[in-house]
């Protein structure tokens, strides 16, 4: 007999949810211009918007919010979380910010100059956006088994040491101020390194003096996978496992609102003196004095509390099989995912949910609407709409892949949630047929997947052709 696992923690305070009918939720997604960006949080019943800055803090947390100490320099809380990153990362220096891309701001203006290339395992938005923003050109070194999204294989987040390699040889170590290795990689489904890459991804860049700087903003995610599948580690705690990660690294920029476990928070971190002391000064441009990087006391004070739960074994445990425990129940109704399940979120593949519509007709944000309006779960179009446009055609991007992200927050739902957001996601593939594509009523120009809004093609203006067939209220 298969024995089942529950939550690792019990329920001590509870926000109640609003539940709107499906006349309700037709309103509400009508007004939100079909775009679930633009959908009230109140309107929403499960929101799988994101993981970051969702998470529920622990009643640790919140008692360790009121010693926060709010002194403008020299804060008693900024030594707690020093601490705490000294002590679980590993790094010497830290450098407190509001949040990830704070710290992705101030590396990449330290490091980067005019003409450089940064390779990195596929991208994440804000961190490419500033290494642009600072002369670099970004270069997708993941191994080719990440763009397949059916491939299932277990550390589709690694680097591709050839292409590394080939890329130092083409423009000139002198040319490559950093690697950025996120672990795991948000966009190719939450996808691990394994530990050995890092190694040599590492032992690579030392023989050309280049530094490698890991996204880390969920690196516990990332451990957990190890542990589960390399060998050798088998037998080793998280914290074990974490610190020798951050071995093969000389920094990190991190976004404390994934795995550190709080709603706001971030850090920079290193290991070279030079840079620290840099840092020292531009982050009172930016963020605030070192002693406090743009956080209140308490916030420090929360993450640093965060940082010691977030390796616990079966906290971390839970968290992955929570989101595969949701990803499981789509895959064995034969729903099209990407695979393996990732650290924090299950990527529905709408190409080939809804192959009916053509990529015009904007699968992924006519599938989440579609979830919205079935049982009031929110979700986030991750395709051709977040894809933009062509700065010099101005034709549509086409990503190759399509999809939908069922992002789950940290510690917020329980497992009846989950079964929730699969029956509607297993009631919508059985009408598959009757969801109609969209088209752009307006088109914001930067970042249009914020603001844009839609409307359904169909002649009847419905979004799911036979709605009166939905067995939800
Ligand atoms: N790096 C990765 C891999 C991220 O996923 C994010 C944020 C950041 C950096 C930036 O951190 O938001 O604290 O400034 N990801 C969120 C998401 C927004 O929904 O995936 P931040």
């Avoid at 997604?29 to 918007?49: P, Q, R």
């Avoid at 956006?129 to 993941?142: C, K, M, P």
């Avoid at 050309?208 to 516990?220: G, N």
Wanted: hydrophobic share 35%; with cysteine.
């Amino acid at each position: 007999m298969k024995r089942r696992t529950a939550e690792p923690y019990k329920i001590k305070a509870v926000e109640p949810l609003k539940m709107l009918n499906y006349e309700e939720r037709k309103r509400a997604l009508k007004e939100a211009g079909y775009n679930t960006f633009l959908i009230n949080s109140e309107d929403v019943y499960i929101d799988l918007l994101t993981d970051s800055g969702t998470t529920a803090m622990s009643d640790r947390q919140w008692g360790a919010l009121m010693t926060g100490d709010e002194a403008y320099a020299g804060s008693k809380s900024w030594f707690t979380l020093e601490n705490a990153v000294r002590e679980i990362y590993g790094y010497k220096y830290v450098i407190p910010t509001h949040q990830g891309r704070g710290a992705e701001n101030l590396l990449s203006q330290m490091k980067i100059k005019e003409g450089d290339y940064v390779p990195g395992n596929m991208y994440f938005t804000t961190t490419r956006a500033h290494q642009e923003l600072n002369g670099a050109t970004f270069v997708d070194v993941i191994i080719d088994e990440a763009h397949d999204s059916l491939l299932d294989y277990p550390f589709k987040g690694n680097i591709d040491l050839t292409k590394l390699e080939k890329l130092i040889h083409e423009v000139g170590a002198e040319k490559i101020p950093y690697v950025c290795t996120a672990v795991t990689v948000n966009l190719a489904g939450g996808q691990p390194v394994s530990m050995q890459n890092l190694k040599e991804v590492y032992d690579l860049c030392q023989k050309y003096h280049i530094d490698v700087m890991y996204d880390a903003t969920r690196c516990v995610e990332n451990a957990f996978f190890i542990q589960e599948r390399e060998e050798g580690y088998e037998n080793k705690s998280i914290k074990d496992i974490l610190k020798e990660m951050f071995t093969y690294s000389d920094g990190c920029t991190m976004s404390g609102k994934k795995d550190c476990l709080v709603n706001i928070g971030g850090f920079l971190a290193m290991n070279d003196e030079d840079l620290y002391t840099r840092a020292r000064e531009l982050v009172v441009l930016y963020e605030g004095m070192p002693s406090y990087g743009g956080l209140a006391g308490r916030d420090m004070e929360a993450m640093a509390q965060g940082i010691y739960e977030s390796v616990d074994d079966h906290y971390i445990q839970h968290r992955i099989h929570q989101v595969r425990y949701l990803g499981e129940q789509l895959i064995d109704a034969g729903i099209p995912v990407v695979k393996p399940i990732g650290g924090h979120a299950v990527f529905l593949d709408a190409k080939q949910f809804l192959p009916h519509l053509k990529h015009e007709e904007l699968p992924a944000q006519s599938l989440a609407a579609s979830l919205y309006l079935d049982s009031g779960v929110r979700s986030m179009e991750r395709g051709i709409v977040s894809g933009g446009r062509n700065k010099v055609t101005g034709e549509n991007n086409k990503p190759k892949l399509e999809l939908v992200r069922l992002t789950i927050p940290r510690r917020v739902y329980t497992n009846n949630h989950m079964d929730v957001v699969a029956d509607s996601v297993i009631h919508l593939y059985e009408k598959r047929e009757q969801i109609t594509g969209l088209e752009m009523t307006y088109e914001p120009p930067t970042l249009r997947f914020f603001n844009a809004r839609f409307k359904p093609l169909a002649v009847n203006g419905e979004l799911i052709g036979s709605e009166a067939s939905s067995t939800t209220t």
